[in-house]
């Protein structure tokens, strides 16, 4: 149960993320990513991390279980 | 607003029973503390079992069990802190600085109790430095227990910077660790790793002063008071348009009528009421003759009693100018981390300044639903999920002015001054 979380402060807005993995990540108004809460199949591992590997400001994470409140 | 009047005798509401957390005049020495409340109990051992059973839920606007909480922090290895949080930042709150003004030794009791119980090395007591006489009130207090060794473990003031966020808690760890007073992104949380890297007990000063009762008194006398699922009292803080406002206590889950009687003020003078705060949701008019300040009652509003700040709107203000005034405030309190808050709070503002201004176009309309829901969640802190919620409520109670502003444009009422507070917030450090 892998999900993918943007760290808001680190995020500069530049939207690659957005481009390498569409399926999984859109861009708000202001060019920030909105990624999709569900676990991550698979078959997306691969887009998973080449976003994550692009990202300039190494914001992406992939974290094991949702962080409880 | 004044800190001192009570707006209401809690007796008036629960007669004999209450006040538990304000006595009548201020408690501010040892001896007459002790006096009042009777001594600290010394054994801590079973006090978070205690504090579980009480059902006692944090005050400083979340609302989550304390209980679970100390015990999250307790079975972190090594010693902790734990932080007691009288910053107040909520412009039209009053109840912390005027419970730290009456019944100091009461929260300090609180924080050093709660402290030995979760492994704790210190207990770091922040206020707001714009309000100097109630850091005095603090540190004299601290002083005298320190002069007399009452405490087993050393405490400390601090006074943080006068900022909204600044109460945050992880912004207020990360400003205690040299920084500036800004939210991080979480985990690792305060109780992971907060002050000096260790495990962090973040607890509001009223959720402290219950601990000090509880701990004296049981679980079964405070759940005396309040609802299955509120158990106890709470403070509240009544501003705006009640007749006599200031901050008062009341047992949890109490009918919106008997509080608008005990204020002295007549349901049919309020347009609405502004529950939690300002990341809080109003009720609407007829929402006001049957809600309880309880959570169950509140939740059908989608409303939460907060940090206990009731505002009253009067029937000659502007709902609709009023709410844009503190979404504008609101979206000027980001910390300037997140893209997210930092560009969607200030488009949220502008649309609801431009509903005041009729929005003839349509445009602020068409946005605004769609930048409330792209916001939510996506901060490091929770306040664009605040503000969303706010403005949500606003559209949705107001949804007839905003027919009435397109309409006609601003009415009469909008250009008054704001009658919310708004205050200008300090630096970071
Ligand atoms: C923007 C923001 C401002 C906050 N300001 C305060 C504050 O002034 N005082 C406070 O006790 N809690 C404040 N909180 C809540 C704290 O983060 C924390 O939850 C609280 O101090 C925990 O205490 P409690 O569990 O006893 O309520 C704020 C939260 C947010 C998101
Ligand atoms: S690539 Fe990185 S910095 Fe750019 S939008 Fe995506 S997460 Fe943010
Ligand atoms: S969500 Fe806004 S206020 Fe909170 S940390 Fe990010 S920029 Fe600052």
Redo the contacts with the bound molecule.
């Keep these: 149960m892998t999900r993918m979380v943007v760290n808001p402060i680190t995020c500069a807005g530049h939207g690659i993320c957005a481009e390498l993995f569409p399926e999984w990540i859109q861009l708000d108004d202001w060019g920030y990513p909105i990624i999709d809460p569900r676990p991550i199949p698979k078959e997306f591992a691969a887009h998973a991390k080449r976003a994550m590997a692009a990202c300039p400001t190494l914001a992406l994470i992939l974290r094991d279980e949702r962080a409880g409140g | 607003m004044s800190t001192t009047t009570p707006a209401f005798e809690g007796a008036a509401i629960e007669p004999g029973v209450l006040p538990r957390l304000l006595p009548a005049r201020p408690l501010r020495t040892i001896a007459g503390h002790v006096e009042h409340y009777g001594p600290v109990p010394q054994r801590t051992d079973a006090l978070i079992l205690e504090i579980e059973r009480s059902g006692l839920?944090?005050?400083?606007?979340?609302?989550?069990p304390?209980g679970v909480?100390m015990q999250a922090v307790a079975q972190r290895r090594g010693s902790s802190v734990v932080?007691a949080?009288?910053?107040?930042?909520?412009p039209a709150?009053a109840k912390?600085k005027t419970l730290l003004s009456i019944a100091p030794h009461l929260v300090l009791d609180g924080a050093v109790l709660a402290g030995t119980a979760v492994g704790a090395r210190e207990v770091v007591v922040c206020v707001?430095r714009a309000f100097p006489q109630i850091a005095e009130i603090v540190a004299a207090a601290i002083d005298e227990r320190a002069a007399r060794a009452v405490d087993p473990l050393p405490i400390r003031m601090e006074q943080a910077p006068h900022r909204?966020?600044?109460?945050?808690?992880?912004?207020?760890v990360a400003w205690l660790n040299g920084g500036d007073a800004k939210?991080g992104f979480v985990p690792p949380r305060p109780f992971e790793k907060g002050v000096g890297g260790r495990p962090t007990l973040?607890?509001?000063?009223?959720?402290?002063a219950h601990v000090a009762l509880i701990a004296r008194f049981g679980a079964a006398w405070f759940r005396s008071l309040g609802t299955k699922a509120d158990p106890g009292s709470a403070l509240v803080t009544c501003t705006g348009g009640f007749a006599r406002t200031g901050v008062s206590e009341i047992p949890l889950g109490i009918s919106m009528p008997a509080l608008f009687r005990a204020t002295g003020t007549e349901i049919s003078q309020v347009q609405a009421v502004l529950i939690g705060g300002y990341?809080g949701t109003w009720l609407p008019p007829d929402a006001l003759d049957s809600v309880r300040l309880g959570s169950a009652s509140l939740r059908t509003q989608d409303a939460s009693f907060g940090?206990g700040v009731l505002f009253a709107l009067p029937k000659d203000r502007c709902g609709l100018a009023e709410s844009a005034h503190v979404t504008r405030w609101l979206a000027d309190?980001n910390a300037g981390q997140c893209g997210p808050c930092v560009n969607g709070l200030d488009a949220i503002a502008r649309a609801m300044a431009a509903l005041v201004k009729g929005d003839r176009k349509g445009d602020a309309a068409r946005h605004l639903d769609r930048w409330i829901d792209m916001v939510k969640g996506r901060g490091a802190?929770?306040?664009p999920d605040?503000t969303a919620r706010f403005v949500e409520s606003s559209v949705r109670v107001f949804a007839d002015e905003i027919r009435r502003h397109k309409r006609n444009g601003p009415c009469s009422a909008c250009s008054a001054a704001p009658l919310f507070p708004l205050p200008r917030v300090g630096g970071w450090r």
């Design positions: 839920k944090g005050h400083g606007g979340a609302g989550f304390t909480k932080v949080n009288g910053t107040e930042g909520e709150s912390d707001d909204y966020i600044a109460g945050e808690e992880s912004a207020l939210p973040v607890q509001n000063v009223e959720t402290l990341f940090c309190q802190c929770k306040l605040g």
